[in-house]
DNA sequence: AAGACTTTTTTCGAGCCTCGAAAAAATAGT
DNA sequence: ACTATTTTTTCGAGGCTCGAAAAAAGTCTT
């Protein structure tokens, strides 16, 4: 049953709607929060007043806004990026990276190595991890102490985003990093799902293009999906959920990297379509080894002549365009963006996708049906965390009536 | 952007609660439902006392509730049945059924006839529904006017429940119901996709089994479905969604009757049991005469004996069992009923779903799938309708300072 | 049977919050 | 310098929820 709304919950509820248009539009004016809010000048001149004297916003210099109107100038609200940190660290095939981000989003610092993560042993996994956000966090102790971490992981995580459940990169499961970076280091910790990642941050970089309802899919060595339906994001119900690569394409198909059997990803992930570019047998081992490089290659060959390759291609086009049209069969059609590394052959994949979402469900609506590919997914999945890591600043502690940082504003005590 | 919390929407919303509650519970006192809100007493005494003067809620005389123990007796709550009406409409293949439910949720009158609905035109079944309401509502004026419609129908509808856009029970196309009944009627009126409301309808009945998370699925001439999720009905972005019938079971497969090929439905839909069953070929054009009694008559056969009948129902049950498998692969598994009268033969389809299932991604957490059986639809789809046409009087009417029906307390004026 | 005890419900004042209207502030045009 | 215009702040009114205390309505005990 929800939980009934007291009064002072109105207000916290409503400094996270300041704080969120702020974040959302740069720098606007108290005027135009008040519109995109619906709430009266009033209260949004209260509200930021507050926010002002806590140090989380900050008033911008005159003139910043162009105004050249008549009537008094508007003045500019901006998110005061020294009122807080938070860390963002993404753990993928062999790589690790980690990062300081403002609260304003900007950079502040950053690390990266590499990691044999498919042999490390668990141990070191964790305390590699947990080394590397120890070095980015030395020296910010008290109120400098940054407020949140996500990390990104490719593979499963459990619906409250506290456990790696599983994961491709590692044969190590159930890994509790929430729990252990939150007593490692005393820092609040989500764990989430990199293609969801990738989701949040698409909605920040075109929310015209990506609004309520899109998909971002993730095309490597397996295939991932980040969801958002009616602005949400979509997650299971013990899980990340949305293990779009595991929808089954063919019963009792080709061999899947997961055991099971005719996944789409056994047509569509890198190893996919290698092994079938190289007349091996459907149900062969799926190959770990196939590199970046491979892959490019295979493209190449694909887009020279139409053998073995082209065909390869087409089988991963078939699966993903058939996945597609199931899935518009439940949800309807959305935008769709492809990321990560396959996304660059996607002119290899296009034609067989739109073929095959033409005899599904989802055909009838082709004119909905938008393709967009982002090659490069890591950028992607950092700004996803930093979005998700700032957004959780902004309305479980700034909300309430938390003193950002009482030292910088000494002078109005 | 959300909207601002407005200081009177606070009202609101806690009178919406304090409905709800009520309705959930039954029969609950004020201190029950201060508890289950987290509201103050004051808050629930004082709301209480608006809604009874408004003839919303009601007392229970004393003793009702049975206590037997020390202190002051609790007074329970009840929805005043007098409070308003509603009317739910169920429109399905060659029937055509009404009932007006009072607040309470009780039966006040229902009507219902056959109806050729494949050949009728459009103008006929739509008079023929505008006429059955009319009559259900006649003497019905004024403040003892109906608040709400909720007609629900098989087959897809828009995402704002406003239109049938298509359904198998009649050729005619995007029907604007909730314009027509508006205008004809003068009543505000919502058009459902059938499984929706059924799913509606099992949360009411067994909250402990169908809470946040599950799905029901139409066994009939065609697959239907509606799912919850988090608490909340799934539906498409732009129809009611949830086509799990159309989802791709084998690509380039069986012809369904959507004209589309390899469809769920075009394997366990009863023209495709029956079809398999006859020996009929995959591709040939599905029969629309299929009678229950016909169906009836084959699961005896395949009872009977490991003959090209029994070989159907296995052939519905791996399609509805990879079907499930794929969904869960996006949305974990969750617990499912089988409504419809394909749930009669559950005990021919449940080996082969659960043999299925268990080849997916669904299959690694067996322990969670739960299957029901409710082989009678018509009563679901109903209590369905009625629940989500009282909770909109509960939600969008009464909680609204609304005077549900001065007259019947003149006294306090 | 009267008083003690217990639990539910109502009453009442305090404290917030939002809102609208009016005032103040700050700039561009004339 | 003065007017027009737009933004922002101020201020009082009205509502809402809350906690504490009081009132109500029984059961239990002696």
Redesign the pocket.
Known sequence: MTA?????D??????GLVIAAVRRAGLP??????STT????????????DL?NEGILA?AK??E?A???????????SLNADAATVIVAVLSLNELSAATINYAGGLVAEESRTLATATISRDDLISELVAMLCRLTSGMEGSARPLRIVLAIQGITDADARVMLWSPITPHRDIPFAEILERKLGIPTAVENDCNMMAVALRWRDPARYRADFIAILLSHGIGMGLVLKGNLFTGTRSSGGEFGHVIHRPEGALCRCGRRGCIEAYAGDYAIWRNAHGKSEFSTPEDGVRPEDMKELAERARASDGPEREAYRKAGNAIGYGIGSLFALIDPAPIAFVGAGAAAFDLLEPAIRAAVAETAGGQHSDAIAFDTIPDELPLIRQGCAMRALTYVDQEIFSD?YPASPLLHADIA
């Open positions: 009934g709304i007291r009064h002072d109105l207000r916290r509820r409503n400094r004016s108290r005027t135009e929060i008040a619906g709430l009266s000048h009033s209260t949004i001149s209260a509200i930021s007043a002002i008033e005159a003139g806004l105004s050249a109107r008549r009537g008094r100038p508007q003045v500019g609200l009536g």
